[in-house]
């Protein structure tokens, strides 16, 4: 499996740059975006982020499978898009788009975690509610983007029918294949990270 990964990457490296790129410069805007903020702005985002703690603090059963179905209808939403506009050519810039967005909602979310928590709690908060799932969530929303921009291009390259029927069914499956992997994404987000932060977040 380690091997097929690598080769894949290896042959699609100029993809993954580019895509991985965009999603790095959400992050950054993300960041920026909260750094600028008004003051009347940055009261809203600490009251928000105050409501939740404490309503974390509070509740005592999770609704685990509740939350469980949210993630995942959330993430099978976001598997859908970025494969339905990657089976279109004038589409690709939307995946590029969603990219973005997903940058953009990390950087926002460390960022803003920092400014109301201070540094060492906004980067504990940050690491246990985001991270965990990250390592599948990231990757996995980058190889859907990658795989849409690389029908996109064989698409402009070879527009056969032929083509490109076989190009959108290898983009169907590995397409499933990574929705397989935003679901185990979730269902660490639900029962690992929520769960370690509700013991965490005793001590903010």
Same mark, same amino acid.
Do not use: C, H, M
């Given at each position: 499996m380690k091997e097929i990964i690598k080769k894949h990457i290896i042959a699609n490296k100029k993809e993954y740059i580019i895509v991985t790129l965009i999603f790095i410069i959400g992050i950054f805007l993300g960041v920026?975006?909260?750094?600028?903020?008004?003051?009347?702005?940055?009261?809203?985002?600490?009251?928000?982020?105050?409501?939740?703690?404490?309503?974390l603090k509070d509740t005592e059963d999770l609704k685990s499978f509740? &939350?469980? $179905?949210?993630? =995942?209808?959330? +993430?099978?939403?976001?598997?859908?898009?970025?494969?339905?506009?990657?089976?279109?050519v004038i589409g690709i810039p939307i995946v590029f788009g969603i990219i973005l967005y997903r940058g953009f909602c990390l950087g926002y979310t460390i960022s803003s975690s920092v400014l109301f928590l201070g540094l060492t709690k906004g980067i504990i908060f940050s690491i246990v509610?985001?991270?965990?799932?990250?390592?599948?969530?990231?990757?996995a929303i980058l190889a859907l983007g990658v795989s849409?921009?690389? &029908?996109? $291009?064989?698409? =402009?390259?070879? +527009?056969?029918?032929?083509?490109?029927?076989i190009e959108i069914v290898r983009h169907t499956i590995f397409s499933f294949i990574m929705l397989a992997v935003l679901a185990i994404a979730s269902l660490i987000e639900i029962f690992a990270s929520t769960n370690i932060l509700k013991i965490i977040i005793k001590y903010f």
């Open positions: 920026l975006f909260v750094n600028n903020l008004q003051e009347t702005q940055k009261t809203e985002v600490n009251t928000y982020l105050g409501n939740f703690i404490q309503k509740e &939350l469980l $179905k949210t993630s =995942i209808y959330q +993430n099978i939403t976001l598997a859908v898009t970025i494969w339905f506009f990657g089976t279109t509610s985001i991270f965990l799932q990250s390592i599948l969530f990231i990757p849409g921009f690389k &029908l996109y $291009k064989s698409i =402009i390259k070879d +527009n056969r029918k032929e083509n490109i029927k």
